[in-house]
């Protein structure tokens, strides 16, 4: 079985200034890492498509996604560089362009892997997306890659029960949100608290798992969170297909948290959701790139997470 990597140079054009840390260059460490560490001709290379507007329908409100494409064509009537969404995420001209190909990797992956095609898939694209809500981007996150995979598996693949594991130092809010009332998926997570978005900490459902971590916490409290919290969740579940907001920003080098995770942290729990996968879910896995802002760490950290997901570790 192979395992894919879908991109595309439009998640290059998207960008929100020279000072943002949700940068283009984040695409780019990351193909760098693959070469550098000579896993690249072991992973099949895949183009992501533009999701349909209907995909997007399946997570997202109509004036959702008019906010996105209509700011972004207005863009060019106005003369502007940037349309800002909120303080931290912006539009330029090809934000729109970027978001479905973001998107689309995510289905296209998803596809793929349930057609028996890949084993699993990794997407290396951006902007993010599970801090998207169904009604509001925000988070440099403009439509909810993940969520739209996976409601995608279920109403067009009959799946019936699927995990989204969600591993970035940020609460995934919007993947929470647009799956709140939905049994069918489980959602495990652990975030740094207090930290933005500040949510993910009331009572809640129980299919979502969300465990909050203070600060500093280091990677033997996150693998006995794995071992304790999320292993029994997902083996009770018995999820027939999962997916991984893959966020690296929890690294160690990573100044934009504050937690203290390696790259060997994240091969470790690569190979825990692996087991999962290959007992119950035929090996499917589709993981979308989130966060990771310090450019070293996070191909480190995504080359170790690879070299798992195609049995090269």
């Not at 003369?79 to 912006?90: A, C, I, N, Q, V």
């Not at 071992?227 to 999962?242: D, G, R, S, V, Y």
Request: aromatic share 8%.
């Amino acid at each position: 079985m192979t395992t894919a990597f879908y991109t595309h140079a439009d998640c290059q054009r998207h960008e929100m200034g020279a000072d943002h840390p949700e940068t283009p260059l984040r695409l780019q460490a990351i193909e760098d890492q693959l070469i550098t560490s000579r896993i690249d001709q072991f992973i099949e290379r895949r183009e992501a498509p533009q999701a349909a507007l209907s995909d997007i329908a399946r997570i997202h409100t109509d004036n959702a996604v008019a906010l996105i494409r209509d700011n972004v064509a207005g863009l060019a009537a106005s003369g502007e560089k940037y349309y800002p969404l909120d303080g931290d995420t912006l539009l330029n001209a090809h934000s729109w362009q970027a978001a479905l190909r973001a998107a689309g990797a995510a289905v296209a992956a998803t596809d793929a892997v349930i057609a028996g095609e890949l084993e699993n898939a990794f997407c290396s694209v951006r902007p993010p997306g599970h801090h998207a809500t169904p009604t509001t981007p925000m988070g440099f996150c403009l439509f909810n890659n993940v969520a739209i995979a996976a409601r995608h598996a279920i109403d067009i693949h009959g799946l019936e029960r699927v995990a989204i594991i969600d591993f970035d130092v940020h609460h995934g809010n919007g993947t929470e949100v647009a799956f709140r009332h939905d049994p069918r998926v489980l959602m495990v997570s652990f975030f740094q608290h207090p930290f933005y978005p500040f949510s993910g900490t009331d009572p809640t459902e129980p299919h979502l798992l969300n465990q909050a971590l203070p600060a500093y916490t280091a990677g033997d409290v996150v693998r006995r969170l794995v071992t304790e919290k999320w292993l029994p969740a997902l083996h009770a579940h018995a999820p027939q297909m999962i997916f991984i907001s893959a966020g690296f920003d929890a690294h160690r080098e990573d100044d934009m948290g504050q937690m203290a995770l390696v790259e060997a942290d994240y091969a470790w729990m690569t190979k825990q959701i692996m087991a999962v996968a290959r007992q119950y879910a035929r090996g499917r896995i589709v993981s979308c790139l989130e966060g990771g802002y310090n450019l070293s760490a996070l191909g480190r950290s995504v080359v170790a997470h690879l070299k798992v997901l195609a049995d090269l570790d």
